[in-house]
């Protein structure tokens, strides 16, 4: 594991300072749904934050401005200490996105040269981390057969290898799991693993709180876009006697019949 | 926490110590526009379209339908129209799809999450784009020029070099309108066809317009002289005429303000187009 240095302890990997976001209301016209509530919360160097919430909690609208595919109705957020509204926050992070195709006419060794290349990573030093995400993710030997003869699940492992060409600090994962089998979860989560025992910073999102016990550092619960719940997950686990699936539920229950 | 299954030795960093890579500007939109020249290599549209070109110009060729001395004239004259649509219908075709293809597989997102900006994730597509239909120009051109040297015992080189290169220019123009309009109208399918009428509409009208509008009563009167101001007269472009003709080459000045005038518009559409596009969310 890589040592931290002073200044890096200072300076939170992922800062979400007070963000709204608010969309036009789908069902009714003129009116305004918000998706995320004044949420502000902190990632540091090395930690593994488990970002969970049920479907439409507002999960993937936070990370769409942490991306800045979308600027936030208010707040803002900063990566790296650097506002997400400029485009070299991105150069350090790897984002696998909640749903992906990836281009179709290409094989999976060409679309990672293509986002290498968008990193300005040298040609030979591209080589080698294609080879080592490919047979990270298990598709090597798959690599030169284009995209549109892959299964779905080899398909998300594109969407992952891809997230670490650049090899980055941090990394922020959309409900990474889902549409797995139980072997393809286990893999995603060893993954996820080997990322924290080598020092990277992982966010990720999830509906399901069972999966993120073994590896996260931290977790917060969002609920309809607020923040219900935030903490380490140890602490957690004492106070609800080490059943967070429990604590999961009664808050979300409590929420539906709300 | 000791239920995880033993990891692999191999670290995941491979160049020690996190380097600071950066690219150019110019090597991302470099990166973006092979994407598309792959894109079209890899589909079946040129080859069809280039087949059936060539098809009908040697069927025609070989049957001597005209009166003898007329053959080569407008054998060259169909091969040539044949050419001029199939690249407009490429060139739209093609540049119409990306940007919406982008959004509905959404390979856009995994693209923009990296250090990308959007003015360059456009660049890139219209250098690709046009590159693309200039690698197909190129093909189109060495047919045309093989066929008629053939029949005619002549090869103006320069003269189709002039044409290709004005043809080129012209495709510019369309590809940068092209990419506009896949931003500004909403539905995707709808703007290739708005596209492929518009360049159709100013290629055959474009240059009488003017006259046109003389006799119209007056608001009508005003938007057409507005149009035929503010639109790009692609027909400019067109010297088929001198090809078929063999009438030789356009003096150099000319050509020269061509090129210019084509690289405006290009330029001008792009802006408006970075500039929509920077403006609008794209998690829709
Ligand atoms: N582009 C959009 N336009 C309108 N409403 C949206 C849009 N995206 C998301 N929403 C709404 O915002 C809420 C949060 O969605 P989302 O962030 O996708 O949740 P999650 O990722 O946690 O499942 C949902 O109620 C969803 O319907
Ligand atoms: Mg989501």
């Given at each position: 594991m890589r040592v931290a240095t002073c200044v890096d302890v200072v300076e939170p990997i992922l800062k979400i300072d007070d963000l709204w976001v608010e969309y036009p209301s789908r069902e009714s016209k003129g009116r305004i749904q918000q998706a995320v509530k004044a949420l502000s919360l902190t990632v540091n160097r090395g930690e593994v934050f488990g970002f969970l919430g049920p479907n439409g909690a507002g999960k993937t609208s936070t990370m769409n401005v942490l991306l800045g595919f979308c600027p936030p109705t208010r707040g803002n957020a900063y990566l790296f200490g650097t506002s997400v509204r400029e485009t070299f926050a991105r150069q350090r992070i790897g984002y696998l996105p909640e749903l992906t195709y990836y281009y179709k006419f290409l094989t999976a060794e060409e679309i990672l040269r293509f986002y290498a290349q968008i990193f300005g990573i040298p040609r030979a030093v591209a080589e080698q981390r294609i080879d080592l995400v490919l047979k990270l993710v298990e598709l090597d030997h798959a690599r030169r057969r284009p995209i549109k003869t892959y299964s779905k699940g080899m398909q998300q492992r594109v969407g992952l290898a891809q997230a670490l060409i650049n090899d980055p600090d941090l990394l922020i994962l959309d409900e990474p799991t889902s549409g797995l089998d139980p072997l393809g979860r286990m893999k995603v989560r060893q993954i996820i693993q080997r990322l924290r025992n080598e020092g990277k910073t992982v966010f990720f999102s999830s509906h399901e709180l069972g999966e993120v016990e073994t590896v996260c550092d931290r977790v917060g619960i969002l609920i309809q876009g607020e923040m219900r719940v935030e903490g380490k997950v140890s602490d957690l686990l004492q106070q609800h006697y080490g059943n967070l699936e429990q604590l999961f539920m009664e808050i979300v229950g409590c929420n539906a019949a709300a | 926490m000791n239920n995880v299954v033993p990891l692999q030795s191999t670290p995941l960093r491979c160049s020690g110590p996190a380097v600071e890579f950066r690219s150019s500007p110019a090597s991302r939109v470099w990166a973006i526009a092979t994407v598309v020249i792959r894109e079209l290599c890899r589909r079946k549209d040129f080859y069809v379209l280039f087949i059936l070109t060539a098809l009908i110009s040697v069927t025609l060729a070989s049957?001597?339908?005209?009166?003898?001395?007329?053959?080569?004239?407008?054998?060259?004259?169909?091969?040539?129209?044949?050419?001029?649509?199939?690249?407009?219908?490429?060139?739209?075709?093609?540049?119409?799809?990306?940007?919406?293809?982008?959004?509905?597989?959404?390979?856009?997102?995994?693209?923009?999450?990296?250090?990308?900006?959007?003015?360059?994730?456009?660049?890139?597509?219209?250098?690709?784009?046009?590159?693309?239909?200039?690698?197909?120009?190129?093909?189109?051109?060495?047919?045309?020029?093989?066929?008629?040297?053939?029949?005619?015992?002549?090869?103006?080189?320069?003269?189709?070099?002039?044409?290709?290169?004005?043809?080129?220019?012209?495709?510019?123009?369309?590809?940068?309108?092209?990419?506009?309009?896949?931003?500004?109208?909403?539905?995707?399918?709808?703007?290739?066809?708005?596209?492929?009428?518009?360049?159709?509409?100013?290629?055959?009208?474009?240059?009488?317009?003017?006259?046109?509008?003389?006799?119209?009563?007056?608001?009508?009167?005003?938007?057409?002289?507005?149009?035929?101001?503010?639109?790009?007269?692609?027909?400019?472009?067109?010297?088929?005429?001198?090809?078929?003709?063999g009438w030789g080459l356009v003096p150099a000045a000319p050509v020269v303000g061509a090129l210019a005038y084509a690289a405006s518009y290009s330029a001008l559409f792009l802006a408006l187009a970075s500039w929509r596009f920077r403006r609008m969310p794209v998690n829709t």
């Open positions: - | 049957v001597n339908i005209f009166g003898d001395d007329k053959v080569v004239r407008y054998l060259k004259e169909i091969c040539l129209l044949l050419i001029w649509v199939s690249s407009l219908v490429i060139a739209i075709v093609t540049t119409a799809r990306q940007i919406p293809s982008e959004r509905e597989n959404r390979t856009l997102f995994p693209l923009l999450a990296k250090p990308v900006s959007r003015g360059q994730l456009l660049m890139g597509k219209f250098v690709g784009c046009w590159m693309a239909v200039g690698l197909c120009l190129l093909c189109f051109y060495l047919f045309f020029g093989l066929l008629s040297g053939i029949k005619e015992q002549s090869w103006p080189v320069l003269a189709y070099l002039q044409a290709m290169l004005l043809h080129w220019a012209m495709l510019a123009m369309v590809v940068s309108m092209t990419l506009l309009g896949s931003i500004v109208f909403a539905a995707p399918s709808s703007n290739g066809t708005i596209l492929l009428v518009v360049t159709g509409g100013i290629l055959f009208v474009g240059s009488h317009l003017n006259k046109l509008a003389i006799g119209l009563p007056e608001p009508g009167q005003t938007l057409v002289y507005g149009l035929y101001y503010v639109l790009p007269h692609l027909e400019l472009f067109d010297v088929r005429e001198l090809l078929v003709h």
